[in-house]
């Protein structure tokens, strides 16, 4: 089982809609979770970290941790085409950031 | 954020040379740094990560012979790709962390390899 694994995609939404993006890790003792958004030939940038049980809300992001489940998820409301890019799960096990293979997200005008 | 400032952002080299890349921390001190590698649709893949004064520690398939590694002081680290080949062309991203192992760590702009 892979540390931590997301749906591939490619994720297609209208503009305007809500787009969830979905991860799960496997180390239970993971204590810090990341979302990264990476537009095509860039670096990653941070769109947000959580560390509790719950919502954690930033704009028009929301992230969500469930450890029991050993689930993360981030959902963006009224999508924008620029929100467009591949987003990166990112868990920290054993002290290294390791990712996730990606979410292509596509949001349609 | 902090910022992390890598270096060169692309580079062309002959098969059978190396090349050094750059990771410094602008404003802050980097007790570990990170270096990944990602291929055209694929994830970041870590490499290896360093802590400064110590000796890297390579995952598990990275030849550390090939792919060297040095943290020798706070704000810099580099790697440097021994002997070229054209399948590590590659992009070449580092990271760098202050402080707690669970904090947040902040990413260079990458390295554009290409090896022919």
């Known amino acids: 089982q892979k540390e931590v694994e997301q749906n591939s995609g490619p994720l297609s939404v209208p503009e305007g809609a809500i787009a969830s993006l979905n991860c799960t890790y496997s180390?239970?003792?993971?204590?810090?979770f990341f979302w990264y958004r990476q537009y095509s030939g860039k670096s990653p940038e941070l769109i947000m970290f959580?560390?509790?049980?719950g919502d954690k809300e930033d704009g028009r992001f929301t992230a969500q941790l469930n450890k029991a489940s050993q689930y993360v998820s981030l959902l963006i409301r009224d999508s924008q085409p620029s929100d467009s890019a591949t987003y990166l799960c990112?868990?920290?096990?054993?002290?290294?950031?390791?990712f996730g293979q990606g979410t292509e997200l596509s949001v349609k005008p | 954020g902090a910022v992390v400032s890598q270096h060169p952002s692309w580079v062309i080299c002959k098969s059978g040379t190396s090349v050094k890349i750059e990771c410094r921390s602008l404003?802050?001190?980097?007790?570990?740094m990170f270096w990944y590698r990602q291929f055209p649709k694929q994830s970041l893949m870590l490499m290896a990560t360093?802590?400064?004064?110590?000796?890297?520690?390579?995952e598990q398939g990275v030849e550390k012979d090939k792919f060297l590694i040095n943290h020798a002081s706070l704000t810099l680290s580099t790697l440097t790709v021994t002997s070229a080949h054209p399948e590590d062309s590659s992009f070449y991203i580092c990271?760098?962390?202050?402080?707690?192992?669970?904090?947040?760590?902040?990413f260079g702009q990458g390295t554009r390899l290409t090896v022919v």
């Open positions: 404003d802050f001190q980097a007790t570990t």
């Open positions: 959580i560390y509790s049980n």
């Open positions: 180390d239970r003792g993971s204590q810090s």
């Open positions: 990112a868990v920290i096990v054993g002290g290294k950031l390791i």
């Open positions: 990271s760098a962390r202050e402080g707690h192992p669970n904090t947040e760590a902040f």
């Open positions: 360093s802590n400064e004064g110590s000796k890297a520690t390579y």
